[in-house]
Every structure is written in C-alpha cells, then in structure tokens.
C-alpha cells in the first residue's frame, strides 16, 4: 500500500534556524509545518508555506503547546477548552499562508508534548479533534493509531491517519521511548531499516520487551531536526522505492 512520508519543518524562529526545510521538502511528501507556539513565526510560516507548495508537498498544521522556550516538549497544564481554542487558532494562522502560498491545510499533527500527552487523555485529545473539526471540513488528524487521539476524532467524525516514526524506538507497549532513554533516537541504519519495516510488516524497533511491536501507519515521520535528517529521509525514501512502496501524501 502506499505510504506518505512526512517531516516537521518550520522550526525556526526569527534569526535562528532549525533544519534544511527547503532540501526535505524535495523528499517527503507532507510538511507538518510549526504554527508559532512551540516554533516558527509568520515570515517563516509563509516562506515554509510557499516552498511546500512550489514542491508540490502536502501542507499540516503542527500545533503543539505554547512553550518557545521549552520546544513544545514540556508538559503544560492547560484546561480542555483552553488548549481547543489554541489549537483552533494554530490551524486559522497556518491556514491564512497556506492560502496566500495557493494551497491550504490538509491536516493537522500535535507536537511534542502535546502529541504524547493528547494520545493517553480522553479530554485533551476531544479538545484536539474538536478544534481540527471546528477549523475547517475534510481536515485529517495525524497521530499514533489506537491511542485517545483516534477515539477522539472518530468522536468528532474527523478522518483519523495512523502514524509512525522512522527515527525514534518504541517501547513494548507501543509508545515513544523517551528521548533521554538509551537507544530511543535510532541511528541512520536503523531509522532506515525502521521506515521499511513498518511499510512492509507494520512493526517497530522497541528497547525493551521482545524487539519490534505492531504500529499501524498511512504515513511515517522523519525528525527535521535530526543529524543528518535530510540525507537520512533521502535513504528512506530510496529503501521505500527498492521495497516497491508507492512514496505518496496520505490525502
């Protein structure tokens, strides 16, 4: 089956840079672009906007806590209907570039945190797919499969797409290692071997347990901030097309 190909990017924020955005644009097939609260800012938004378009990539909202200072990898305690109003507002401003650029937002995907967090509380993940709801008809919401995200978007009738990690080791249960955990960031060789083996097979590495476990994926990520990440998903994306798996944005 085919399988998307995505990328967090716009991670900059005014002088600083974060990433090759314009080289990964060349290889992935969605942008999961940074909104403004844990990256990114309006003049990034839009030049990220507009080199996704030119590449013919699919534009997604990353929305994550409103923590600059902490990348949006802190937890943050937030109300439901307050962090359903950020997300809301997250999608509005991405959406504004996505149109000025000639395109707009197919989806949204949590960042950081917020991904994690959304994906074991009921009430976080209903203020996530509500606001994804709210924002705009037809919008999908990207996640990792069979966690409180999906239950919340089958909630709130919004097309749910399962996602994966190239580069990051799972833990026997099915979740993200934390990074600070040994082997939780996977080497080259491995994230490749990773992106294969969750096309082909739909399992993962993990760092404990009995070695892979079962990820069901329409679209598997590489970290833009990763060393050497563009040469890293252009080694995916090869190992993709010697598999025979059709590389193609998910919708």
Known sequence: ??????????????P??????????????????????HAGDP???RRTCELAVAKGVRIGA??????????GRRDIAIAPAELRDEVLYQIGALAAFARAAGDRVRYVKPHGALYHAAARDRLLADAVAT???????GLALLG????ELEHAANRAKVRFVGEGFADRAYTATGTLAPR????AVLT???????????????????????????????SVCVHGDSPAAVEMARRIRGALDEAGVPVEPFG
């Open 1 to 14: 089956m085919p399988l998307d190909l995505n990328s967090d990017l716009g991670e900059g924020f005014g």
């Open 16 to 37: 600083w840079r974060m990433g090759e955005d314009a080289a990964m644009l060349d290889i992935v097939t969605s942008a999961n672009i940074a909104c403004g609260f």
């Open 43 to 45: 003049t990034i938004m």
């Open 62 to 71: 990353h929305v994550g806590y409103r923590d600059l200072v902490g990348f």
């Open 131 to 137: 606001a994804v709801a709210e924002a705009e008809t």
């Open 144 to 147: 990792p499969a069979g966690t």
């Open 180 to 183: 600070g955990v040994a082997g």
């Open 188 to 218: 080259p060789d491995d994230a490749v071997a990773q992106a294969v083996s969750l096309a082909l097979s739909g399992t993962a590495r993990t760092v404990d347990g009995p070695g892979a476990v079962a990820v069901s994926v329409a």
